[in-house]
């Protein structure tokens, strides 16, 4: 039996980087969904991400698409705006991205930028699509993250899904009236 750390990515000249899940992980992930949970009880699409820092500092950030109307408040892109702003670079890069559901291109772009090393997420994209056939009559964008960072010329770790059944109970009726 392997261990997550048996698995890693090299990302430059920076640690090694774990590609599965581990316990700690999924601990992370549970506050996501639970961050989502607050965003859809706050009017919003239930969607949630928190970033974890090598020295343990965590920031959270949930969705604001409707109360903000703006289609770009995503919890990842809300995230990264707030992360960029108090972390250097290399604080970025040694961090871990966690979100409840797997980020969309749009914010896959934004975490790609930002520099954050690592993404962890529990529902995937394709999960979400068959609960979200169509958002305000468009259809849903079918490009899951790591295809949108292996087009990048830098590294974003990707682990994940995991604890699928806890992420999906998060939308349970959500999208069904929309």
């Not at 239930?46 to 919890?75: K, R």
């Not at 790609?112 to 993404?119: A, C, E, M, P, T």
């Not at 010329?153 to 009726?173: D, I, K, N, Q, S």
Request: negative net charge.
């Amino acid at each position: 039996m392997t261990s997550p750390l048996d698995e890693v990515s090299p990302l430059g000249s920076f640690a090694q980087v774990p590609t599965s899940i581990s316990a700690a992980d999924e601990a992370h992930l549970l506050r996501a969904i639970a961050v989502a949970a607050l965003a859809r009880a706050n009017g919003n699409h239930p969607f949630g991400a928190i970033l974890v820092t090598a020295d343990g500092t965590i920031i959270e950030s949930q969705n604001s698409v409707v109360t903000g109307n703006d289609p770009t408040g995503h919890a990842e892109t809300n995230l990264v705006r707030l992360a960029s702003a108090r972390l250097d670079k290399t604080a970025l890069r040694s961090s871990t991205l966690y979100t409840s559901t797997e980020p969309c291109a749009m914010c896959s772009g934004a975490i790609y930028w930002s520099g954050i090393g690592r993404v962890a997420y529990a529902l995937p994209e394709q999960d979400l699509g068959a609960m979200v056939p169509s958002q305000d009559g468009e259809p849903t964008l079918d490009l899951p993250c790591r295809e949108v960072f292996a087009r990048g010329g830098g590294t974003v770790v990707v682990a994940g899904p995991a604890l699928v059944a806890e992420a999906t109970e998060v939308h349970r009726g959500f999208w069904d009236a929309r």
